[in-house]
């Protein structure tokens, strides 16, 4: 009886005390209630979900302020995603009005304030996507909740727009393109300008994504027109460099997307797609074919930022000072060119079957058809060195992979890492190298037992989806979402990965132009997971090797 009485005592003050909630937030545009989750003892966190950050957009333009509403609104729905492609490129799906963004903040015994902020933005090649990722069993990809729980950080994740309504362009005054990209942009703003309301500090924003996402980041921090609204960035698996993230001739493949609409390609295209309506655009885009060792899937992805001489004033190059204040960490997957490789090459993931040397060589000749003759030989010499006479089918396959990541992404990211700390006056650097195995690889799995870390698996970790669905992960994916969590929230709070409210299993240090030094994270980390030089070998190949070729090939047909 008496155990009876204090149990219900306990469960009495927990109910009435532990409600720490903003309730009612005022914004910019008028008054927003969330919703208050506990997550235990004198812990919860408010999320607010589908917050209009600006107007509808007209197509084809900069969106506008939002009007403002009158009453409180309730942000308690997911808003719709930006309108795209289906999986099968069959149909198209979601709306133009796609402008929203959702917020998760972390209480404690009493409201927080002064909160470091995370804004993330997601990944899809620039074509597909959503704020709140792919949805199994009401367990977003994208919820905030357990980065802002274990981080103490105020999450944020925004909607832009994707494929052509986000990113077609004539090259010119009359498309510019970028319309995602000014999105991101206005997502920006809105938090720097309503965020401490929520709790949060405006002078300590964090912009956070993956893949096409951590391209995007990668071009916020070099566009001017960021300045003074966010501190820091972090780039997962794509940056400005990536050979899909920038189109260099746009206006080609805006003429291929009239042509699919109807639209005539003379001087009438402009005014013609302008008409067209958003549903028949957005199915305009040209297919992403299933990949060949001769025509990459990748190659497809084009409907990509563009320099306009205005968000993007010059080649991303030359925009590096624009982000010597902002500290900067980025990375990639140990085989993030896993799943484009495997795609391409149909025998890949058939344990039955052999794949031929040929099928790399026809890769490498693709991804090297730009600098000349001899390229993609000097290229397989590099790859096939430590083969021996008779290569296994292991080496054969790995030399795929570590050409689509290198190609794809471990390259272009090295050349980024490398230009921020060049360029960096207070701006932090930091580098890591993701190597935890698929959990789609081994015995009885769709994937070869030696499959490293693939494109996409760092999101799991960041999110920290081992904790919300224990039944699919183990303690080492749990530790390593721990860790990743601990690093990226430490980096929101302080600008380094290793100082902040989380330990961190290994000291991760800076990276500088003298010094370049990495991070590899798995959940096996210890003192030895530092390294320098990442591929060093293969970056030179890439950036200097390769396009002296080109450039000579140029110079002998002139
Ligand atoms: C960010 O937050 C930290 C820790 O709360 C604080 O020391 C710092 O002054 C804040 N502002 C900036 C710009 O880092
Ligand atoms: C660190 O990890 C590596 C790879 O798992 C292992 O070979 C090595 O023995 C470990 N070193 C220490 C000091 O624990």
């Not at 920006?188 to 951590?214: K, M």
Request: proline share 6%; aromatic share 10%.
């Amino acid at each position: 009886m008496e155990k009876l009485k204090i149990l219900l005592a306990v469960v009495f003050s927990v109910g009435t005390t532990s409600a720490a909630s903003l309730g009612v937030v005022q914004t910019e545009g008028g008054g927003v209630q969330g919703q208050n989750i506990p997550l235990g003892l004198f812990r919860s966190v408010d999320v607010f979900k589908g917050i209009p950050f600006v107007a509808k957009p007209g197509t084809f333009e900069k969106a506008k302020p939002h009007p403002g509403w009158d009453g409180i609104l309730k942000a308690t729905k997911f808003a719709t995603r930006c309108l795209q492609i289906s999986m099968l490129q069959t149909s198209s799906f979601g709306s133009e009005d796609c402008l929203y963004l959702n917020i998760w903040v972390p209480h404690g015994r009493h409201v927080s304030s002064g909160l470091p902020v995370m804004i993330w933005f997601y990944g899809g090649g620039f074509v597909v996507g959503g704020s709140m990722g792919p949805n199994f069993l009401n367990n977003y990809l994208y919820s905030g909740q357990q980065i802002a729980d274990k981080g103490e950080v105020i999450v944020v994740s925004v909607g832009y727009r994707v494929g052509p309504l986000g990113f077609l362009s004539t090259g010119d005054s009359r498309l510019p393109g970028n319309y995602g990209l000014w999105d991101q942009h206005a997502a920006i703003a809105w938090v720097n300008r309503n965020i401490r309301s929520f709790g949060g500090d405006p002078d300590n924003i964090t912009l956070f994504g993956e893949s096409a996402g951590g391209a995007s980041v990668s071009f916020q921090t070099l566009s001017p027109h960021n300045k003074g609204l966010f501190k820091r960035a972090i780039s997962q698996s794509g940056v400005a460099f990536c050979p899909w993230a920038l189109n260099r001739n746009p206006s080609k493949f805006a003429e291929k997307v009239a042509e699919n609409v109807g639209c005539p390609t003379d001087d009438r295209m402009v005014t013609c797609l302008k008409s067209t309506d958003a549903r028949t655009l957005t199915m305009g885009a040209p297919r992403i074919e299933l990949g060949s060792p001769d025509y990459p899937a990748v190659t497809d992805l084009l409907l990509s930022p563009v320099v306009d001489g205005d968000f993007l004033p010059d080649q991303p190059a030359n925009l590096f000072h624009n982000a010597a204040e902002i500290d900067y960490l980025t990375g990639v997957n140990n085989m993030d060119g896993h799943l484009f490789s495997s795609k391409d090459i149909p025998s890949f993931n058939d344990k039955n079957k052999e794949t031929p040397v040929e099928d790399v060589k026809r890769l490498l000749a693709a991804y090297t058809k730009e600098m000349g003759p001899t390229a993609s030989e000097i290229a397989f010499a590099e790859y096939s060195s430590n083969w021996g006479p008779t290569p296994s089918q292991e080496s054969i396959r790995r030399a795929a992979v570590d050409i689509g990541t290198d190609y794809i992404f471990l390259v272009p990211i090295q050349t980024a890492i490398y230009l921020h700390a060049a360029n960096a006056r207070s701006g932090s650097t930091y580098s890591y190298l993701m190597s935890e195995p698929s959990l789609l690889a081994g015995p009885g799995r769709p994937y070869h037992d030696w499959v490293g870390a693939d494109h996409a698996d760092d999101l799991q970790y960041v999110f920290g989806k081992p904790f919300t669905t224990p039944k699919a992960y183990g303690d080492r994916h749990r530790d390593l979402s721990g860790y990743i969590i601990a690093y990226w929230t430490n980096f929101a709070r302080t600008g380094n990965p290793n100082k902040g409210n989380l330990k961190v299993p290994v000291t991760w240090p800076a990276f500088t132009s003298a010094d370049q030094q990495f991070l590899e994270i798995n959940a096996k980390m210890n003192e030895s997971s530092t390294g320098r030089d990442m591929r060093q070998h293969f970056v030179r190949l890439w950036t200097s090797t390769l396009p002296s070729l080109a450039s000579h090939a140029v110079a002998d047909a002139q």
